[in-house]
Protein backbone atom coordinates (compact mmCIF):
# COMPACT_ATOMS: atom_id res chain seq x y z
CA UNK A 1 0.00 0.00 0.00
CA UNK A 2 0.66 3.67 -0.30
CA UNK A 3 1.29 5.91 2.24
CA UNK A 4 1.97 9.74 2.48
CA UNK A 5 4.90 10.10 3.73
CA UNK A 6 6.30 12.13 6.59
CA UNK A 7 8.27 14.74 4.44
CA UNK A 8 9.19 16.81 6.93
CA UNK A 9 10.98 13.66 9.14
CA UNK A 10 12.51 12.83 5.79
CA UNK A 11 13.71 16.62 5.39
CA UNK A 12 14.84 16.43 9.25
CA UNK A 13 16.76 13.33 8.46
CA UNK A 14 18.74 14.14 5.33
CA UNK A 15 19.19 17.99 5.30
CA UNK A 16 21.55 17.72 7.81
CA UNK A 17 23.87 16.39 5.80
CA UNK A 18 23.22 17.82 2.30
CA UNK A 19 25.19 20.31 0.71
CA UNK A 20 22.37 21.70 -0.92
CA UNK A 21 18.43 22.10 0.65
CA UNK A 22 15.40 23.18 -0.66
CA UNK A 23 12.51 23.03 0.92
CA UNK A 24 8.73 23.94 -0.26
CA UNK A 25 9.97 26.45 -2.78
CA UNK A 26 7.19 28.60 -4.80
CA UNK A 27 8.16 31.12 -7.18
CA UNK A 28 5.10 33.16 -8.73
CA UNK A 29 5.45 36.19 -11.59
CA UNK A 30 2.50 38.57 -11.44
CA UNK A 31 1.53 39.60 -14.93
CA UNK A 32 -0.58 41.16 -16.73
CA UNK A 33 -2.84 38.02 -17.45
CA UNK A 34 -2.82 36.65 -13.78
CA UNK A 35 0.01 35.24 -11.24
CA UNK A 36 2.02 32.97 -13.11
CA UNK A 37 2.89 30.06 -10.42
CA UNK A 38 5.51 28.74 -12.30
CA UNK A 39 7.42 26.52 -9.08
CA UNK A 40 4.91 24.75 -6.65
CA UNK A 41 6.46 23.52 -3.50
CA UNK A 42 9.77 21.70 -4.80
CA UNK A 43 11.54 20.13 -2.17
CA UNK A 44 15.25 18.59 -2.61
CA UNK A 45 18.25 17.56 -0.99
CA UNK A 46 21.66 17.20 -2.68
CA UNK A 47 23.90 15.53 -0.58
CA UNK A 48 27.89 15.73 -1.31
CA UNK A 49 29.02 14.37 -4.74
CA UNK A 50 25.33 13.00 -5.79
CA UNK A 51 23.77 13.67 -9.24
CA UNK A 52 20.51 14.73 -8.99
CA UNK A 53 18.69 14.89 -12.79
CA UNK A 54 15.74 17.18 -12.90
CA UNK A 55 13.59 16.01 -15.84
CA UNK A 56 10.47 17.68 -17.32
CA UNK A 57 8.81 19.04 -20.54
CA UNK A 58 9.42 22.62 -21.73
CA UNK A 59 7.88 24.92 -19.06
CA UNK A 60 7.74 22.98 -16.35
CA UNK A 61 9.72 25.20 -14.09
CA UNK A 62 13.06 23.51 -14.02
CA UNK A 63 14.87 26.69 -15.22
CA UNK A 64 12.45 28.68 -13.04
CA UNK A 65 14.20 26.74 -9.92
CA UNK A 66 17.68 26.67 -10.70
CA UNK A 67 17.32 30.68 -11.20
CA UNK A 68 15.71 30.57 -7.85
CA UNK A 69 18.86 29.03 -6.03
CA UNK A 70 21.05 31.06 -7.96
CA UNK A 71 19.33 34.36 -7.11
CA UNK A 72 19.23 34.88 -10.71
CA UNK A 73 15.27 35.77 -11.46
CA UNK A 74 14.12 39.12 -11.89
CA UNK A 75 12.84 41.59 -8.78
CA UNK A 76 9.09 40.78 -9.56
CA UNK A 77 9.85 37.36 -8.80
CA UNK A 78 7.71 36.71 -5.51
CA UNK A 79 9.65 33.50 -3.76
CA UNK A 80 8.73 31.57 -0.93
CA UNK A 81 10.40 28.51 1.22
CA UNK A 82 14.20 28.05 1.93
CA UNK A 83 17.50 27.60 -0.13
CA UNK A 84 20.05 26.59 2.14
CA UNK A 85 24.08 25.88 0.92
CA UNK A 86 25.29 23.55 3.83
CA UNK A 87 22.60 25.07 6.49
CA UNK A 88 23.03 28.69 5.23
CA UNK A 89 19.79 30.44 3.79
CA UNK A 90 20.13 32.00 0.59
CA UNK A 91 16.80 33.21 0.11
CA UNK A 92 16.68 36.60 1.10
CA UNK A 93 20.43 37.65 0.51
CA UNK A 94 21.90 40.79 -1.62
CA UNK A 95 23.04 40.26 -4.91
CA UNK A 96 26.45 41.22 -2.61
CA UNK A 97 25.75 38.31 -0.55
CA UNK A 98 25.19 36.08 -3.58
CA UNK A 99 28.09 36.81 -5.60
CA UNK A 100 29.89 35.31 -3.29
CA UNK A 101 28.01 32.17 -3.15
CA UNK A 102 27.60 32.47 -6.99
CA UNK A 103 30.96 30.95 -8.84
CA UNK A 104 33.13 29.82 -5.48
CA UNK A 105 29.76 27.39 -3.59
CA UNK A 106 27.39 27.11 -6.03
CA UNK A 107 28.00 27.49 -9.75
CA UNK A 108 25.92 27.20 -13.19
CA UNK A 109 26.15 25.86 -16.77
CA UNK A 110 23.54 27.53 -18.90
CA UNK A 111 21.60 25.93 -22.04
CA UNK A 112 23.77 28.72 -24.14
CA UNK A 113 27.51 29.17 -23.82
CA UNK A 114 27.04 32.69 -25.07
CA UNK A 115 25.03 33.43 -21.52
CA UNK A 116 28.18 33.06 -19.64
CA UNK A 117 31.00 34.03 -22.01
CA UNK A 118 32.02 37.76 -22.99
CA UNK A 119 32.27 38.41 -26.98
CA UNK A 120 35.18 40.86 -26.17
CA UNK A 121 37.48 38.82 -23.69
CA UNK A 122 40.11 36.19 -24.65
CA UNK A 123 38.57 33.14 -22.66
CA UNK A 124 41.98 32.85 -20.59
CA UNK A 125 41.56 36.16 -19.73
CA UNK A 126 38.04 35.36 -18.71
CA UNK A 127 38.99 32.15 -16.98
CA UNK A 128 41.55 34.35 -15.19
CA UNK A 129 39.21 36.71 -13.79
CA UNK A 130 36.96 33.94 -12.40
CA UNK A 131 39.88 32.61 -10.54
CA UNK A 132 40.66 35.42 -9.27
CA UNK A 133 37.42 37.11 -8.32
CA UNK A 134 37.63 34.58 -5.31
CA UNK A 135 41.69 34.31 -4.51
CA UNK A 136 42.67 37.84 -4.94
CA UNK A 137 46.17 36.93 -4.14
CA UNK A 138 47.08 34.83 -7.46
CA UNK A 139 48.91 36.68 -9.65
CA UNK A 140 48.10 36.99 -13.19
CA UNK A 141 50.74 34.90 -14.27
CA UNK A 142 49.32 31.74 -12.12
CA UNK A 143 45.82 32.25 -12.66
CA UNK A 144 46.75 31.95 -16.77
CA UNK A 145 48.51 28.88 -15.60
CA UNK A 146 45.46 28.14 -13.95
CA UNK A 147 43.10 28.82 -16.78
CA UNK A 148 45.27 26.93 -19.14
CA UNK A 149 45.29 23.92 -16.89
CA UNK A 150 41.13 23.93 -16.56
CA UNK A 151 41.02 24.13 -20.29
CA UNK A 152 43.42 21.02 -20.66
CA UNK A 153 40.84 19.33 -17.75
CA UNK A 154 38.18 19.96 -20.50
CA UNK A 155 39.82 18.60 -23.30
CA UNK A 156 40.52 21.50 -25.26
CA UNK A 157 43.71 20.95 -27.59
CA UNK A 158 46.69 23.14 -27.71
CA UNK A 159 45.05 24.58 -24.58
CA UNK A 160 48.41 26.37 -24.16
CA UNK A 161 47.75 28.35 -27.58
CA UNK A 162 43.96 28.28 -27.23
CA UNK A 163 43.32 30.16 -24.00
CA UNK A 164 43.99 33.76 -26.16
CA UNK A 165 41.03 33.00 -28.41
CA UNK A 166 37.90 34.45 -28.70
CA UNK A 167 34.60 33.00 -27.63
CA UNK A 168 33.90 33.16 -31.75
CA UNK A 169 36.83 31.37 -32.53
CA UNK A 170 35.41 28.16 -30.93
CA UNK A 171 32.45 25.96 -32.33
CA UNK A 172 29.52 25.48 -29.91
CA UNK A 173 30.92 22.52 -28.12
CA UNK A 174 34.47 24.00 -27.28
CA UNK A 175 32.82 26.91 -25.90
CA UNK A 176 30.41 24.77 -23.38
CA UNK A 177 33.59 23.18 -22.47
CA UNK A 178 34.76 26.70 -21.47
CA UNK A 179 32.25 27.55 -19.84
CA UNK A 180 32.40 24.23 -17.97
CA UNK A 181 36.13 25.34 -16.78
CA UNK A 182 35.06 28.08 -15.85
CA UNK A 183 32.14 26.90 -13.47
CA UNK A 184 34.54 24.80 -12.06
CA UNK A 185 37.23 27.29 -11.91
CA UNK A 186 37.00 27.83 -7.81
CA UNK A 187 35.83 24.34 -6.63
CA UNK A 188 32.19 24.77 -6.02
CA UNK A 189 30.47 22.67 -4.01
CA UNK A 190 27.71 22.47 -6.27
CA UNK A 191 27.35 22.85 -9.91
CA UNK A 192 23.63 23.60 -11.48
CA UNK A 193 23.67 22.56 -15.15
CA UNK A 194 20.57 23.75 -16.93
CA UNK A 195 20.23 21.75 -20.11
CA UNK A 196 23.94 21.91 -20.74
CA UNK A 197 23.87 19.96 -24.16
CA UNK A 198 20.31 21.11 -25.89
CA UNK A 199 21.42 24.03 -27.83
CA UNK A 200 24.52 21.64 -29.07
CA UNK A 201 24.67 19.03 -32.40
CA UNK A 202 23.59 15.53 -31.56
CA UNK A 203 27.22 14.16 -32.15
CA UNK A 204 28.77 16.62 -29.72
CA UNK A 205 26.22 16.39 -26.84
CA UNK A 206 27.36 13.08 -25.34
CA UNK A 207 31.39 14.42 -25.41
CA UNK A 208 30.33 17.60 -23.52
CA UNK A 209 28.28 15.26 -21.01
CA UNK A 210 31.33 13.58 -20.36
CA UNK A 211 33.45 16.45 -19.91
CA UNK A 212 31.18 17.63 -17.10
CA UNK A 213 30.94 14.08 -15.62
CA UNK A 214 34.87 14.45 -15.87
CA UNK A 215 34.31 17.99 -14.02
CA UNK A 216 32.25 16.59 -11.45
CA UNK A 217 34.85 13.69 -10.48
CA UNK A 218 37.92 16.51 -11.04
CA UNK A 219 36.03 19.04 -7.76
CA UNK A 220 33.72 16.03 -6.27
CA UNK A 221 31.05 18.82 -6.67
CA UNK A 222 27.48 17.81 -6.11
CA UNK A 223 25.60 18.01 -9.38
CA UNK A 224 22.09 19.05 -10.25
CA UNK A 225 21.78 18.56 -13.91
CA UNK A 226 18.89 19.64 -15.63
CA UNK A 227 17.25 18.38 -18.90
CA UNK A 228 14.23 17.98 -20.87
CA UNK A 229 15.61 14.82 -22.02
CA UNK A 230 15.82 11.60 -20.15
CA UNK A 231 18.08 10.05 -22.50
CA UNK A 232 20.68 12.45 -21.27
CA UNK A 233 20.74 11.80 -17.50
CA UNK A 234 20.29 7.87 -18.04
CA UNK A 235 24.00 7.71 -17.64
CA UNK A 236 24.89 10.32 -15.20
CA UNK A 237 22.83 10.67 -12.63
CA UNK A 238 22.36 8.90 -9.07
CA UNK A 239 18.59 10.43 -8.19
CA UNK A 240 16.08 11.71 -10.70
CA UNK A 241 12.83 14.26 -9.65
CA UNK A 242 10.35 14.13 -12.63
CA UNK A 243 8.98 18.46 -12.63
CA UNK A 244 5.23 18.61 -14.01
CA UNK A 245 3.87 22.18 -14.16
CA UNK A 246 5.71 23.76 -11.55
CA UNK A 247 5.52 20.40 -9.12
CA UNK A 248 7.93 17.25 -8.35
CA UNK A 249 5.92 14.43 -9.57
CA UNK A 250 8.30 11.45 -8.99
CA UNK A 251 11.26 11.43 -7.09
CA UNK A 252 14.03 8.17 -6.73
CA UNK A 253 16.85 6.48 -7.44
CA UNK A 254 17.58 6.46 -11.01
CA UNK A 255 16.95 2.67 -10.99
CA UNK A 256 13.50 3.38 -9.74
CA UNK A 257 12.54 6.13 -12.14
CA UNK A 258 13.92 4.22 -15.59
CA UNK A 259 12.95 0.67 -14.63
CA UNK A 260 10.28 1.37 -11.84
CA UNK A 261 8.55 4.57 -12.71
CA UNK A 262 4.85 5.12 -11.41
CA UNK A 263 3.75 8.54 -12.10
CA UNK A 264 1.71 8.35 -15.48
CA UNK A 265 3.81 11.26 -17.02
CA UNK A 266 6.67 9.49 -16.15
CA UNK A 267 5.94 6.41 -17.23
CA UNK A 268 4.84 8.55 -20.51
CA UNK A 269 7.84 10.39 -20.76
CA UNK A 270 9.76 7.34 -20.51
CA UNK A 271 7.60 5.94 -23.54
CA UNK A 272 8.34 8.53 -25.86
CA UNK A 273 11.81 8.30 -25.97
CA UNK A 274 14.06 5.59 -27.52
CA UNK A 275 15.88 3.15 -25.15
CA UNK A 276 18.75 1.26 -26.05
CA UNK A 277 18.01 -1.70 -23.76
CA UNK A 278 14.24 -1.89 -25.59
CA UNK A 279 15.79 -3.93 -28.67
CA UNK A 280 14.75 -3.20 -32.29
CA UNK A 281 11.17 -3.51 -31.77
CA UNK A 282 10.25 -0.43 -29.56
CA UNK A 283 7.13 1.14 -29.98
CA UNK A 284 7.15 4.82 -29.32
CA UNK A 285 4.10 6.23 -27.37
CA UNK A 286 4.13 9.94 -27.11
CA UNK A 287 2.53 11.43 -24.54
CA UNK A 288 -0.74 14.14 -26.45
CA UNK A 289 -1.81 17.20 -25.20
CA UNK A 290 0.64 20.00 -23.60
CA UNK A 291 0.67 21.27 -19.84
CA UNK A 292 -1.92 23.13 -18.29
CA UNK A 293 -1.43 27.07 -17.58
CA UNK A 294 0.42 27.99 -14.55
CA UNK A 295 -2.06 31.07 -13.99
CA UNK A 296 -5.21 29.53 -11.51
CA UNK A 297 -4.61 25.85 -12.35
CA UNK A 298 -7.80 24.03 -11.89
CA UNK A 299 -7.84 21.65 -8.66
CA UNK A 300 -6.51 18.22 -8.86
CA UNK A 301 -4.09 16.41 -10.78
CA UNK A 302 -2.42 18.87 -13.05
CA UNK A 303 -2.02 16.10 -15.82
CA UNK A 304 -5.51 14.98 -15.70
CA UNK A 305 -6.18 16.57 -19.08
CA UNK A 306 -3.64 14.42 -20.29
CA UNK A 307 -3.80 11.55 -18.59
CA UNK A 308 -5.75 8.03 -19.90
CA UNK A 309 -6.11 6.91 -16.37
CA UNK A 310 -7.48 9.47 -15.30
CA UNK A 311 -11.10 9.57 -14.04
CA UNK A 312 -13.58 11.91 -11.66
CA UNK A 313 -11.87 11.44 -8.13
CA UNK A 314 -8.08 13.14 -9.83
CA UNK A 315 -10.02 16.14 -9.79
CA UNK A 316 -10.85 16.87 -6.54
CA UNK A 317 -7.49 17.91 -5.18
CA UNK A 318 -4.09 17.29 -6.71
CA UNK A 319 -2.37 14.48 -5.26
CA UNK A 320 0.26 14.20 -2.86
CA UNK A 321 3.67 12.48 -2.99
CA UNK A 322 2.98 9.03 -1.83
CA UNK A 323 5.68 6.41 -0.97
CA UNK A 324 5.59 3.33 -3.74
CA UNK A 325 8.25 0.74 -3.69
CA UNK A 326 11.44 1.53 -2.76
CA UNK A 327 12.98 3.85 -0.14
CA UNK A 328 12.36 7.23 -0.93
CA UNK A 329 10.83 6.52 -4.44
CA UNK A 330 7.59 8.95 -4.34
CA UNK A 331 5.04 9.52 -7.11
CA UNK A 332 2.23 11.77 -7.16
CA UNK A 333 -0.85 9.54 -8.17
CA UNK A 334 -3.83 8.26 -6.76
CA UNK A 335 -3.74 5.38 -8.79
CA UNK A 336 0.06 4.31 -7.95
CA UNK A 337 -0.66 0.87 -5.64
CA UNK A 338 -2.37 0.30 -8.82
CA UNK A 339 0.01 0.98 -10.98
CA UNK A 340 2.56 -1.32 -8.94
CA UNK A 341 0.58 -4.19 -8.46
CA UNK A 342 -0.05 -4.60 -12.43
CA UNK A 343 3.80 -2.72 -13.09
CA UNK A 344 1.71 -0.76 -15.77
CA UNK A 345 4.65 0.79 -18.32
CA UNK A 346 4.07 3.33 -21.24
CA UNK A 347 2.01 0.90 -23.96
CA UNK A 348 -0.08 -0.15 -21.09
CA UNK A 349 -1.12 3.27 -20.67
CA UNK A 350 -0.73 5.11 -23.49
CA UNK A 351 -1.32 3.13 -26.18
CA UNK A 352 -5.01 2.36 -27.42
CA UNK A 353 -4.03 -0.80 -28.77
CA UNK A 354 -2.33 -2.55 -25.53
CA UNK A 355 -2.44 -6.14 -25.15
CA UNK A 356 -6.15 -7.54 -23.43
CA UNK A 357 -3.82 -9.43 -20.97
CA UNK A 358 -2.92 -6.44 -19.22
CA UNK A 359 -6.35 -5.33 -19.13
CA UNK A 360 -7.26 -8.89 -17.69
CA UNK A 361 -4.68 -8.85 -14.79
CA UNK A 362 -5.64 -4.96 -13.91
CA UNK A 363 -9.31 -5.88 -14.04
CA UNK A 364 -8.77 -8.88 -11.67
CA UNK A 365 -5.99 -6.90 -9.14
CA UNK A 366 -9.23 -4.30 -9.34
CA UNK A 367 -11.60 -6.93 -7.76
CA UNK A 368 -9.26 -8.49 -5.03
CA UNK A 369 -8.58 -4.64 -3.93
CA UNK A 370 -10.13 -3.70 -0.93
CA UNK A 371 -11.80 -0.87 -2.35
CA UNK A 372 -12.36 -2.44 -5.58
CA UNK A 373 -13.80 -1.07 -8.28
CA UNK A 374 -15.33 -3.72 -10.84
CA UNK A 375 -14.60 -3.34 -14.48
CA UNK A 376 -17.47 -3.62 -16.55
CA UNK A 377 -16.95 -2.86 -20.56
CA UNK A 378 -19.78 -0.59 -20.51
CA UNK A 379 -18.32 1.65 -17.63
CA UNK A 380 -15.29 2.76 -19.36
CA UNK A 381 -17.70 5.72 -20.50
CA UNK A 382 -18.01 6.51 -17.10
CA UNK A 383 -15.98 9.15 -15.66
CA UNK A 384 -17.15 8.48 -12.19
CA UNK A 385 -14.96 5.09 -12.46
CA UNK A 386 -11.80 4.23 -12.96
CA UNK A 387 -10.57 3.22 -16.20
CA UNK A 388 -8.55 0.13 -16.13
CA UNK A 389 -5.03 0.49 -16.98
CA UNK A 390 -4.20 -1.17 -20.28
CA UNK A 391 -6.52 -0.81 -23.58
CA UNK A 392 -8.22 1.27 -24.66
CA UNK A 393 -9.69 3.53 -22.54
CA UNK A 394 -10.95 7.25 -23.01
CA UNK A 395 -13.96 7.67 -24.67
CA UNK A 396 -14.02 10.61 -27.33
CA UNK A 397 -16.54 12.65 -25.89
CA UNK A 398 -14.17 12.37 -22.18
CA UNK A 399 -11.61 13.31 -24.41
CA UNK A 400 -13.01 16.39 -25.98
CA UNK A 401 -14.40 17.64 -22.38
CA UNK A 402 -11.06 17.56 -20.97
CA UNK A 403 -8.87 18.67 -23.30
CA UNK A 404 -10.32 20.43 -26.83
CA UNK A 405 -6.89 20.98 -28.48
CA UNK A 406 -5.73 17.69 -28.67
CA UNK A 407 -8.60 16.72 -30.97
CA UNK A 408 -8.42 19.48 -33.08
N1 LIG B 1 9.93 36.20 -15.80
C1 LIG B 1 8.85 35.46 -15.97
N2 LIG B 1 7.61 36.02 -15.96
C2 LIG B 1 6.50 35.27 -16.12
N3 LIG B 1 6.51 33.93 -16.31
C3 LIG B 1 7.70 33.33 -16.36
C4 LIG B 1 8.94 34.04 -16.19
N4 LIG B 1 9.97 33.17 -16.27
C5 LIG B 1 9.41 31.95 -16.49
N5 LIG B 1 8.06 32.05 -16.53
C6 LIG B 1 7.11 30.95 -16.73
O1 LIG B 1 7.39 29.96 -15.76
C7 LIG B 1 7.13 28.68 -16.29
C8 LIG B 1 8.33 27.77 -16.08
O2 LIG B 1 9.38 28.20 -16.91
P1 LIG B 1 10.81 27.49 -16.96
O3 LIG B 1 11.30 27.27 -15.59
O4 LIG B 1 11.66 28.33 -17.84
O5 LIG B 1 10.50 26.11 -17.64
P2 LIG B 1 11.53 24.97 -18.10
O6 LIG B 1 12.90 25.42 -17.75
O7 LIG B 1 11.10 23.75 -17.35
O8 LIG B 1 11.31 24.82 -19.57
C9 LIG B 1 6.78 28.87 -17.76
O9 LIG B 1 5.37 28.84 -17.86
C10 LIG B 1 7.29 30.25 -18.05
O10 LIG B 1 6.54 30.87 -19.06
S1 LIG C 1 -4.49 8.68 -12.62
FE1 LIG C 1 -5.35 10.58 -11.90
S2 LIG C 1 -3.99 11.26 -10.27
FE2 LIG C 1 -2.89 9.71 -11.43
S3 LIG C 1 -1.72 10.91 -12.93
FE3 LIG C 1 -3.64 10.29 -13.92
S4 LIG C 1 -5.00 12.05 -13.59
FE4 LIG C 1 -3.30 12.24 -12.14
MG1 LIG D 1 14.54 25.70 -19.06
New binding site residues.
Partial sequence: MSTLIDTTAEDARSSTDAVLSVDDLNVR?P?EDGV?H?VRGVSFDLRPGEVLGIV?E????????SLAIMGLL?GS?QLTGSVKFRGRELLGLNDRQMSVVRGKSVAMVFQDPMTSLDPVYKIGVQIAETVRQHDKNLSRQAAKARAVDLLKLVGIPNAADRVDSYPHEFSGGMRQRVVIAIAIANQPEVIIADEPTTALDVTVQAQVLEVLKTAQDETGAATVLIT?DLGVVAGMVDRVLV?YA?RAVEKGTVEDVFYRARMPYSIGLLGSMPRIDAGERQRLTPIKGSPPS?INPPPGCPFGPRCPLHYAQCDVAEPDLRQVDGAGHVAACIRVDEIVQTDADADDIFSKDSSDATLAAAAEIGERAEDAVHIEPGALHDPTVAPPIGGATRSDEAAARRDPEERA
Fill in positions: FTVAGSGSGKSVTPAHMGL
